[in-house]
Structures are given as structure tokens and as C-alpha cells.
């Protein structure tokens, strides 16, 4: 189970932090990642975080060109907390966002292969 924490409403330009926790396990050998899905729109990847293969994988992060340079997402030392920080919100990034995980080694921006979810953080930019 993954519970989220975080958002709500903010000007452009202004920040905000997403938090996801782990209940029950940790992110030990994941891939964590963030979708978002605004009104009448598909859902789509936002970051993805992997914690598998330390020779391969760990701690690589994927970030869609929409955020890149903007969005961060980061784990605590713990592996059982993953964050989203966010500068610099647009009015276009306002939707749902929601944190999952993946069993699987690396990253997949497939939302389909997550096996586990949160339930959903509104963001909402105003210009």
C-alpha cells in the first residue's frame, strides 16, 4: 500500500512536494514512479526512480521532458518514504498525481506493470 501526502493549490512559478510512503514493505528493488493524469486526458509518467541492480540501476531517475529541470524525485535513507519536489509549476501541470511501484529492475514509463498505488494527490497551478 502506498499512501500519499502533498499538494494542493499553488501560483506559477511557486513549489510544492509530494510525499509517497510505503505500508507494509520498502522500496528495496523498485521502480518508483509518478504519473499524473488531468481532466479528459490520458495518464502519463512523470518521474520514475529505480532502487534495483546497485550495479546497474540504483538510483537512476527518469523524468519526462514536460518536468525535466523542474521536478526532482529523491528517497530517504530509509527506502520506505519517495518525494516529488516540484519548481516552477505551470497551470499545465495541474492534475492528479499519483506515486507506484513496480517489481521490476530499472525503469518503465508503462503504468500498467505498477503493481502498487497511491491514491492520488490533487496539484493545482494558477496563473
Known amino acids: 500500500q502506498l499512501v500519499e501526502s502533498g499538494g494542493g493549490l499553488v501560483q506559477a512559478g511557486g513549489s510544492l512536494r509530494l510525499s509517497c510512503a510505503a505500508s507494509?514493505?520498502?522500496?528495496?528493488?523498485?521502480?518508483i514512479g509518478w504519473f499524473r493524469q488531468a481532466p479528459g486526458k490520458e495518464r502519463e509518467g512523470v518521474s520514475c526512480?529505480?532502487?534495483?541492480?546497485?550495479?546497474?540501476?540504483?538510483?537512476?531517475?527518469y523524468y519526462a521532458d514536460s518536468v525535466k529541470g523542474r521536478f526532482t524525485t529523491s528517497i530517504d535513507a530509509a527506502k520506505t518514504t519517495v518525494y516529488l519536489q516540484m519548481n516552477d509549476l505551470k497551470p499545465e501541470d495541474t492534475a492528479v498525481y499519483y506515486c507506484?511501484?513496480?517489481?521490476?529492475?530499472?525503469?518503465?514509463?508503462?503504468?500498467?506493470?505498477?503493481?502498487?498505488w497511491g491514491q492520488g494527490a490533487q496539484v493545482t497551478v494558477s496563473s
Open positions: 526512480l529505480s532502487t534495483s541492480d546497485p550495479y546497474r540501476y540504483y538510483g537512476n531517475s
Open positions: 507506484a511501484a513496480a517489481d521490476i529492475a530499472g525503469c518503465t514509463w508503462a503504468w500498467h506493470e505498477y503493481d502498487y
Open positions: 507494509g514493505f520498502t522500496f528495496e528493488n523498485y521502480a
